[in-house]
């Protein structure tokens, strides 16, 4: 699998992992959602995860495309994000899998270490996008948040 600035095998492997600790902390531990919210969880998580996913798709589109034409992604999510595939991963599928499986370790273990994963990662590829788009770059990166988007600001054009 080709890994464009680290949206590859690792990622998932670290995901999956991460999920299957917090499945395996559920079983030994039992701290599921309360009885009484029981369907709630399953409805919200489900919208979460078709939301990221959907922004997941759209931002991979839109960084294949930039790939392909030598071009610094700056559109749609990226006007929001400079990560906007790993922000809809963090904040909105891996959430949601854990409000559908009603599983408090996952909302918190896998968050925790999409997160670690993130910061440990996030570093080397933005010295490999200023080494390709120098001031073009650094221009985006002071008007685009990291992860989030930087409130007062409006998104690039």
């Known amino acids: 699998m080709r890994d464009y600035f680290g949206i590859g ?4 492997a670290v995901t999956l992992a991460g999920m299957a600790a ?18 709630m969880p399953a409805v919200a998580g489900t919208l979460m995860i ?17 790939v392909q034409q030598e071009t610094l992604a700056t559109a749609g999510p990226f006007a929001w994000s400079r990560n906007p595939m ?3 991963f963090i904040f909105l599928t891996v959430p949601g899998a854990a409000l559908v499986l009603r599983n408090w370790f996952m909302l918190v273990l896998v968050s925790a270490v999409m997160l670690a994963w993130f910061y440990a990662r996030v570093g080397r590829e933005e010295q490999k996008l200023t080494a ?25 054009r």
């Not at 701290?31 to 009484?36: K, R």
């Not at 078709?50 to 930039?66: D, F, V």
């Not at 390709?132 to 690039?156: K, S």
């Open 22 to 39: 917090a499945v395996g902390l559920e079983a030994a531990y039992g701290h599921g959602f309360p009885p009484v919210l029981a369907v």
């Open 9 to 12: 095998g690792g990622l998932a």
């Open 50 to 66: 078709g939301a990221g996913l959907a922004l997941n798709a759209l931002a991979a589109r839109q960084m294949i495309r930039a």
């Open 86 to 88: 790993y922000a809809s």
């Open 132 to 156: 390709m788009f120098g001031g073009e770059y650094r221009a985006y990166q002071a008007r685009v948040g990291r992860l989030l988007p930087r409130l007062g600001r409006r998104p690039m």
